[in-house]
């Protein structure tokens, strides 16, 4: 089964600096990423692709960050799986809680595709609440 990949987990995998200076936390998140991997279970979203992408300060930074994910071919996404980030969006904002349109999208797909998201954004916990969603637990 494939795993969403939040922009979360990546970002704490890719910014990763030498071992020394890594936590034990984050050597974790390196590890079950590398693992899906290698399994070939990841699951990448084009608005998670744009969002590790932005911000990037330098060219050859975002150079870099590009080749590194390219080999992760996006999820083909569908005037359903927007329709249904809608819902799930104001769903949760009728019960309070608030989040982002690409939180929302991921919801969305997982949802439609029974996968589990894999994140280290608490607010999943949250719209976990409201929405019938699986969270990958390593």
Not at 32 to 58: C, F, N, W, Y
Request: proline content about 3%; charged content about 25%.
């Amino acid at each position: 089964m494939k795993v969403l990949i939040d922009t979360s987990v990546w970002s704490q995998a890719l910014r990763r600096q030498s071992a020394e200076a890594s936590s034990t936390a984050q050597e974790r998140v390196v590890d079950v990423l590398k693992e899906l991997i290698h399994d070939s279970r990841i699951a990448m979203l084009g608005p998670v692709r744009q969002e590790l992408l932005s911000g990037v300060k330098t060219p050859k930074q975002f150079e870099t960050l590009q080749k590194i994910l390219s080999v992760f071919s996006d999820e083909p996404l569908h005037s359903q799986d927007y329709e249904q980030a809608a819902k799930n969006f104001n769903q949760c904002r009728q019960g309070g809680v608030q989040g982002s349109n690409t939180d929302f999208l991921i919801c969305a797909v997982s949802m439609a595709r029974g996968w589990p998201i894999y994140s280290l954004d608490k607010d999943f916990e949250q719209y976990k609440k409201y929405l019938s969603l699986k969270l990958y637990r390593e």
